[in-house]
């Protein structure tokens, strides 16, 4: 594998910007992993790129709002690696569905794991290991024989429908136990 064809961004530098300059350096960031893909497909439009996305994914290519979304809570936590890794993967997405026949390939597939490779020289790496417990609340807890599980507000919502869950490990039904006390965010 070839080093990183995007520059390393000084974590120093980046730990000492403010929100607003956090936001401008990933949209310097996304511009920058779009000129490199232009090179291989001139053609390729321009993204338009939100910070509205929520929950435990970083980042989304949503090619039917024309673009990518980012999580501007895991921004904020891990702005160094987020930069370097959740960039180039979602802008890898934007590329390769583009290309003639893109639509029909699979998500992380091996054109995607291609130009992951090849064009930005980064492994491959589906997910990401960021601490998505500011980003993606779970505040209900449920129980079953063998542990304790946190719902979101939605799919607590769905239980309340009528829904059930079962644990993975022992198969029981999850049962409400009641609101987790959240900690105190600093």
Do not use: I
Not at 19 to 30: I, K
Not at 66 to 87: D, I, K, S, T, Y
């Amino acid at each position: 594998m070839t080093s990183p064809a995007l520059p390393d961004p000084d974590p120093q530098w980046l730990a000492g910007l403010d929100t607003e300059a956090r936001r401008t350096a990933l949209l310097d960031r996304v511009e920058a992993a779009y000129a490199l893909c232009l090179d291989v497909h001139p053609g390729l439009p321009r993204p338009r790129v939100w910070l509205d996305l929520r929950g435990r994914s970083a980042g989304q290519a949503h090619f039917g709002r024309g673009g990518l979304r980012f999580n501007p809570v895991l921004l904020e936590e891990n702005c160094h690696a987020f930069l370097v890794e959740v960039v180039p993967h979602e802008m890898a997405h934007w590329l390769v569905h583009h290309l003639e026949d893109g639509h029909r390939t699979r998500p992380h597939g091996h054109e995607w794991r291609t130009v992951m490779r090849r064009l930005f020289g980064l492994a491959p790496r589906v997910t990401h290991r960021f601490d998505t417990a500011r980003s993606s609340p779970a505040p209900h807890r449920y129980r079953c024989g063998c542990r304790e599980h946190a719902f979101s507000a939605r799919r607590h919502a769905l239980v309340r429908s009528g829904r059930a869950y079962r644990c993975r490990h022992c198969a029981q039904t999850l049962v409400y136990c009641g609101l987790r006390e959240l900690e105190k965010q600093a």
